[in-house]
């Protein structure tokens, strides 16, 4: 499952905003912004500047900064998460590797304009950088391979905006070892915007199952451990959401199980260790004049 799944393959009409589950409330100071048109150059260089059609009119400022910044009212920002592979799991490190995309989507009416097509934007491009986008953090994020991060923003004629990340991250999961060889054990996956309060911007699980599903799971599996597979994952939002000045505690969850597939460890660890022990005491069963026979039962 790509991120086709998600976006690129829905056709971008009038209310992409709407089919992701986002308010749009653009005044009337934007609505020259909807008669932008011009080809995709042109186009990128108004949205990405904030000028219009109208070469008397001023740019737009401060594109860099998060939508609404000015009003009172917060940045609703939708998460969606999709988990690709998970592997090189160390109970040494308690850590995991793990492939995985992050989506997320928000409207900004500074950047709506006219047509049917998406203007897609890709962080090698040279306006990446005019064009705000929030920056999630994993609390479990202990290492991230910087050559794998991908990163592409969509942008459509309503304003909505969809920011794409692919990722591979090394996360930690706190292992207990009581129950081995049958123990589970629970990772989780907190998700945080640190950088703003929740009265400014509020990320949540997104709620649209046309275009952002919260949670995609592909089929994971490996050969000493079985994974919670897509209907068992659980999301929730375990902060506190009236602590809008706290900008630690409001994370996003993702939580599976990781359960340890018991044959594999009774037949490469339990089983020889019980079969060593077994054909060292045979050798006390062994006549004392057969020389011969002791000695090559100890040599196994």
């Known amino acids: 499952v790509g991120f086709a799944h998600f976006v690129v393959c829905v056709y971008a009409g009038p209310n992409v905003a709407g089919d992701l589950g986002l308010n749009l409330n653009c005044g009337r100071e934007t609505e020259d912004l909807a008669e932008r048109h011009g080809t995709p ?86 306006e990446w950088n005019n064009f705000w986008r929030p920056e999630p953090t994993i609390v479990e994020e202990e290492a991230r391979e910087a050559p794998m991060v991908k990163k592409d923003l969509m942008i459509f004629p309503d304003g909505a905006v969809v920011y794409l990340q692919e990722r591979v991250s090394t996360m930690s999961c706190h292992f207990s070892f009581e129950d081995m060889p049958y123990d589970r054990h629970q990772c989780f996956l907190n998700i945080q ?23 995609i799971v592909s089929a994971l599996s490996d050969s000493e451990w079985m994974f919670s597979q897509q209907n068992d994952w659980q999301v929730e939002a375990p902060s506190d959401p009236d602590n809008n000045y706290n900008m630690q505690r409001k994370s996003l969850r993702a939580s599976f199980m990781l359960e340890r597939k018991s044959y594999h460890m009774m037949s490469s660890h339990f089983v020889p260790c019980i079969v060593y022990w077994f054909i060292s005491y045979l050798a006390m069963w062994v006549d004392a004049a057969a020389v011969p026979g002791r000695a090559a039962l100890h040599t196994l």
């Open 193 to 215: 915007l640190a950088n703003y309060f929740t009265r400014e911007v509020n990320m949540v699980w997104s709620d649209s199952a046309r275009m952002l599903q919260p949670l």
């Open 41 to 126: 150059d042109e186009m990128m260089e108004m949205l990405s500047m904030g000028k219009t059609q109208n070469e008397s009119k001023a740019p737009q400022a401060g594109l860099s900064t998060y939508p609404g910044a000015d009003t009172e009212t917060p940045l609703t920002v939708k998460l969606g998460v999709e988990i690709k592979r998970i592997w090189a799991i160390s109970q040494k490190s308690m850590t995991y590797n793990v492939k995985y995309r992050l989506i997320l989507a928000w409207v900004d009416c500074r950047l709506r304009f006219g047509g049917h097509n998406r203007i897609q934007v890709p962080d090698s491009a040279p």
